[in-house]
């Protein structure tokens, strides 16, 4: 079972950018789709976006045009670029596969507060 550890989260001002990173260990990422999820306080935890083995992506409506979702196969790592961040992108970001089928990770806090 693949495992994945998120990383990258940090307090950032609105409009400011960060780049998530998701390293998996276990197994490799080629063959996995994978997604990015996220959960604000007192909300369940949402899809943000994904990216397939052949490395086609989708995003949520509430972050397209601003976060990018991408792979690198070599390092094993998945990433999600982020820009243009709104205070309503506060929230704990996870990734997994998708679906998820693997154990939620800690996750990586995001907070966008001026």
């Known amino acids: 079972q693949v495992q994945l550890v998120e990383s990258g989260g940090a307090l950032v001002q609105p409009g400011g950018s960060l780049r998530l990173s998701c390293a998996a260990s276990?197994?490799?990422?080629?063959?996995?789709?994978i997604g990015w999820f996220r959960q604000a306080p007192g909300k369940q935890r949402e899809w943000v976006a994904r990216?397939?083995?052949?490395?086609?992506?989708n995003h949520a409506d509430s972050v397209k045009g601003r976060f990018a979702i991408d792979r690198d196969n070599a390092k094993n790592v998945v990433y999600l670029h982020m820009s243009g961040l709104e205070r309503e992108d506060t929230a704990v970001y996870y990734c997994?596969?998708?679906?998820?089928?693997?154990?939620w990770g800690q996750g990586t806090q995001v907070t966008v507060s001026s």
């Open positions: 997994n596969t998708y679906p998820p089928l693997s154990s």
């Open positions: 990216i397939q083995p052949d490395y086609n992506t």
């Open positions: 276990g197994s490799s990422l080629d063959y996995y789709a």
